[in-house]
């Protein structure tokens, strides 16, 4: 079977985004059934090849590769039909160059409504996933302007809770650090969005971490378990969850996305630079090829390694449009 399955539509053209899913919100995902072997797909249509060597066409109906794995009949939204795109331009970048001749999803006092960020997010069903491992960084950065993280002293222990020495409260099962930070691309040259999650403390660890980690001001060794979601505007979000470790790197599990990421399976090493500081390196199958806009050469993590006062200051040619605030 082909790495890919190509989903772009051939034809028609986006007129309007809600309108368009609804009217194919009948169509139904189907199994490949058993007698045939491999198919091709092109605009609508699916040609078929049986094991006799007879090929024929049928209507398409599967989105994926990992979608024509799975035994669901259930009814799933499909995304309208696009515009042409060269066949040599990375679809996921041809995509987003549509997408920003879209009114902006966040004017709803304007063109845009209340659901077309929601909508066009469907788009990303018609770009082909790729069943091969693919690799990028982005960076995590506190900027201090979104009043996180937040922690709460939740822990019910009452041994060593307070340090005789200074009275400040000793991190303790049950404590809880709701997050969310700014997200820039490994080049800290584009912003991307944000994050958010929630850290559950699971122990203390006393002692523990680098000579150079121990020196950072708020540093504390702490184990936490973890549920946190990245979002990249336009191209959707992902969700991970695991342990967070922060004198030591950690991976965790990729437990679902949207858009660019709806199929996704794969892992996120999460490497802490500094209490404020994170770079991220995701490991994935089931996602389009990847854009320029994740590829851009990675900088070093270091403490030292700012985002460019552009991207801070959130110039539009330092930005994804639409990205996540």
Request: aromatic share 10%; net charge neutral; charged share 20%.
């Amino acid at each position: 079977m082909a790495a890919t399955i190509s989903l772009c539509a051939q034809t028609g053209q986006l007129a309007c985004l809600s309108q368009s899913l609804t009217k194919r919100a009948d169509a139904s995902l189907h199994v490949q059934p058993a007698g045939f072997h491999s198919f091709k797909s092109s605009g609508l249509w699916t040609s078929v090849k049986h094991d006799s060597g007879k090929r024929t066409r049928r209507p398409r109906v599967c989105s994926s590769i990992l979608e024509a794995q799975r035994s669901s009949a259930a009814p799933v939204t499909t995304p309208s039909r696009l515009p042409d795109f060269p066949e040599t331009q990375n679809p996921a970048e041809a995509l987003i160059q549509h997408l920003e001749t879209l009114p902006s999803s966040d004017d709803i006092n304007g063109e845009s409504s209340v659901s077309d960020s929601a909508d066009r997010l469907f788009l990303w069903e018609s770009v082909p996933k790729l069943a091969e491992t693919q690799t990028f960084s982005v960076y995590e950065l506190n900027e201090f302007d979104r009043d996180s993280p937040a922690f709460l002293e939740f822990s019910s222990q009452t041994v060593n809770r307070v340090n005789p020495l200074t009275g400040a409260h000793v991190h303790a099962l049950g404590d809880q650090v709701p997050f969310t930070n700014k997200l820039y691309d490994g080049s800290l040259k584009l912003r991307l969005g944000i994050t958010a999650g929630i850290c559950l403390l699971m122990k203390h660890y006393p002692g523990m971490g680098t000579p150079e980690m121990k020196r950072q001001q708020f540093f504390t060794p702490d184990r936490y378990e973890t549920l946190m979601t990245w979002y990249f505007g336009d191209f959707g979000h992902i969700s991970g969850q695991g342990p967070f470790v922060n004198y030591q790197d950690t991976l965790m599990t990729i437990t679902g996305g949207v858009g660019f990421f709806r199929e996704a399976r794969g892992v996120v090493r999460l490497h802490n630079i500094s209490p404020f500081k994170f770079f991220y390196t995701f490991t994935l199958t089931g996602i389009p090829q990847l854009p320029k806009h994740l590829t851009a050469e990675v900088v070093p993590p270091s403490e030292d390694a700012p985002a460019v006062p552009e991207a801070v200051a959130c110039d539009p040619r330092f930005t994804l449009r639409n990205f996540s605030n």
